[in-house]
């Protein structure tokens, strides 16, 4: 994959941010009964909303960064990875939010900075091999709530989420996930659950339109992203 930018949701802080998943559903059409039968297909793609970004007018640095970002993407022709915000259904050992701590190396030293490595308070890993398409995933626990069933997670900024268990043998967990598997995801590959993201564009060329109020001295704009299928669609064709 790219170097793909991940937007700084510390820096341009939205209000509200709220991650929904867009199913497609096929019908046969209206019966003379009046039934309207709809069957869910395997696929289906991610809405990200992300609302009243605080921007205030003292703070140059944010809107150097919103400026930034606007150009980057150019519109809809651009790509970036969205945070999403999984606290609340996020499955800590303790069972509320937790923080991720900073480790050494193996050695006990840090960096040449002196910094250390940033490592999650999650550690879920997938048991065998997950390929493109596939709408289920088993999960090996290691440290993590003992509950997998409606949590977020993402693999190389591919966001799913898990729906009922399927089945459970010891600590590994089938469930069913959504959207189908954007990318094969092999066994053993670190699973982000702490931060997930998912690979957007803007839903529309303007979405990064933003009016300054010389009177509030503030600014609160929204932006709209849309998962980019296509990404992965170039990519599984061997495109990209």
């Known amino acids: 994959m790219a170097n793909i930018p991940v937007f700084p949701h510390c820096v341009l802080r939205p209000r509200q941010i709220s991650a929904n998943l867009v199913a497609f559903t096929r019908g046969g059409g209206r019966t003379l009964g009046g039934l309207d039968p709809a069957t869910r297909t395997d696929l289906g ?3 990200i909303e992300y609302g009243n970004v605080v921007l205030r007018n003292r703070d ?5 960064t919103w400026q930034a970002i606007s ?7 651009g790509r970036i990875a969205v945070p999403v915000r999984s606290g609340l259904s996020a499955p800590y050992v303790s069972g509320r939010f937790e923080e991720q701590a900073e480790v050494p190396h193996d050695d006990g030293s840090p960096f040449s900075d002196g910094s250390e490595y940033e490592q999650g308070a999650i550690s879920i890993v997938t048991e065998g091999v997950t390929p493109i ?7 090996r626990i290691i440290n993590a709530a003992d509950n ?14 898990t729906g009922p268990v399927m089945d459970i043998d010891g600590d590994v967990w089938t469930v069913p996930i959504s959207p189908s598997v954007r990318e094969t995801i092999p066994a053993g590959a670190d699973l982000e659950f702490d931060e997930p993201t998912c690979l957007c564009r803007l839903s529309e060329d303007r979405g990064m339109d933003i009016a300054a109020d010389a009177i509030g001295k503030f600014a609160s704009p929204s932006i709209s992203f849309t998962e980019d299928t296509d990404y992965w669609y170039r990519l599984a064709r061997g495109l990209i």
């Open 71 to 77: 150009q980057m993407l150019g519109g809809r022709s």
């Open 60 to 64: 140059r640095a944010q809107w150097q």
């Open 45 to 47: 793609f991610w809405s």
């Open 148 to 161: 997998l069933v409606g949590v977020r997670f993402s693999y190389r900024h591919a966001l799913y989420e």
């Open 133 to 139: 398409g596939a709408t289920q995933i088993r999960l």
